[in-house]
């Protein structure tokens, strides 16, 4: 059974359409990539998702109405990391790990309680962070204020966590650290979906992808069955071999040029 369910998806803006009924599962358990080229519109349904923007059709996780439940109660529910987050706050990196037990805590509570603290110190183990807690969060590095956002995120303890490219700031080493982590949340038997760019790290690292094009679904199941020429020559313009990658099991992407035609910038 399918943890998080989306029919008929659609949001407009300025009377365009930017994505357009819209109908995907991403199971439990499980890590959905959500990969499309840009402008496809993945930013954009990861927060019509949360009902962060107007949105029509229905989004159900775990059979309740994501979107339209009070804020409150879906940031215990669910947590989302955005491309990039900033904030003009003098905050420390662990201040911002630390809003993530917001959702948790009782109206009466004025700070983190010893269980807070205890899941904040573990959020920042498990992203490498520890050593950065202290430090001003606006004086960190592009890569490891993600770091701390997604620490931040494990802190809500969420069932499901959205993701937006949270490997585009990371070296390689940090993105296959990062997406082992969010692999381990899955056996764990959260829902993750995750936006990325990288289609060899999608097809290695995730159980199910949902293929987006020009706000419209264009494919979505096992990687596997996802990721043929066929498709990318279709929806990325690329031509493309698939080759069996010998650690992984799984396919690697080979392309034969950078487009189907040359680029003219007139």
């Given at each position: 059974?399918?943890?998080?369910?989306v029919t008929g998806l659609s949001v407009r803006?300025?009377?365009k359409s930017i994505l357009s009924e819209l109908s995907f599962n991403a199971p439990s358990a499980a890590v959905t990539?959500?990969?499309g080229p840009n402008g496809a519109g993945k930013s954009t349904l990861l927060m019509a998702l949360l009902g962060l923007i107007p949105a029509t059709g229905e989004v159900r996780f775990n059979n309740k109405d994501l979107p339209n439940m009070p804020r409150r109660d879906r940031a215990g529910l669910a947590a989302y990391v955005e491309q990039a987050a900033n904030t003009e706050e003098r905050l420390t990196a662990r201040d911002v790990v630390a809003l993530g037990r917001i959702p948790h805590e009782s109206v009466f509570q004025s700070g983190p309680s010893a269980e807070d603290d205890v899941?904040?110190?573990?959020a920042l183990v498990e992203t490498g962070m520890t050593a950065f807690s202290d430090r001003r969060f606006d004086t960190l590095s592009g890569g490891e204020q993600q770091r701390i956002h997604v620490a931040r995120a494990l802190a809500q303890q969420p069932r499901l966590l959205l993701l937006d490219e949270p490997t585009s700031h990371l070296d390689i080493r940090a993105q296959l650290q990062l997406l082992a982590l969010l692999r381990r949340r899955a056996t764990r038997g959260?829902?993750?979906l995750i936006a990325l760019h990288d289609l060899n790290l999608a097809a290695r690292c995730c159980d199910h992808l949902v293929v987006l094009q020009n706000g419209r679904l264009a494919a979505a199941g096992a990687p596997e069955k996802v990721l043929t020429p066929e498709l990318?020559?279709?929806t990325y313009g690329v031509h493309a071999r698939l080759l069996p990658d010998p650690i992984s099991?799984?396919?690697s992407i080979v392309y034969d040029n950078a487009a189907t035609d040359p680029y003219d910038p007139d």
């Open positions: 059974m399918s943890a998080l369910s803006r300025g009377g990539g959500l990969i899941v904040i110190e573990a959260a829902t993750l990318l020559l279709a099991g799984r396919s």
